[in-house]
């Protein structure tokens, strides 16, 4: 069921890409549960070597290992904490979109 149309081209690639993107940050952050221990820390070059994928590029997965441990991944990491601990109204809403949500109230 087809809720709203597209206008064009232009909205099917944007969904398109809003969609890979938020799938890929959820991937990202899986990988990096799966491989960082706060409790263990390593050295980027012990990361670069514990790949957990043999498909990532080597050079891609030690960009990224980098950037979580670098003073611009942290700071966002824990602004992004922070943010979540201010949190008074969560989205109760299950895997429903709101917009469908309101659709619905209405």
Not at 19 to 47: C, F, M, Q, S
């Amino acid at each position: 069921q087809v809720l709203l149309e597209p206008k064009d081209d232009k909205d099917i690639r944007k969904y398109i890409f809003q969609d890979l993107g938020k799938k890929w940050r959820e991937h990202r952050g899986a990988v990096w549960k799966k491989v960082h221990d706060p409790k263990n820390p390593k050295t980027i070059p012990e990361y670069v070597a514990a790949k957990p994928n043999p498909d990532y590029e080597v050079h891609d997965w030690e960009r990224f290992v980098k950037y979580k441990l670098g003073t611009k991944g942290v700071r966002r990491s824990t602004i992004n904490k922070d943010n979540r601990k201010k949190q008074s109204i969560y989205h109760t809403t299950g895997s429903k979109p709101f917009n469908i949500t309101q659709q619905q109230l209405v």
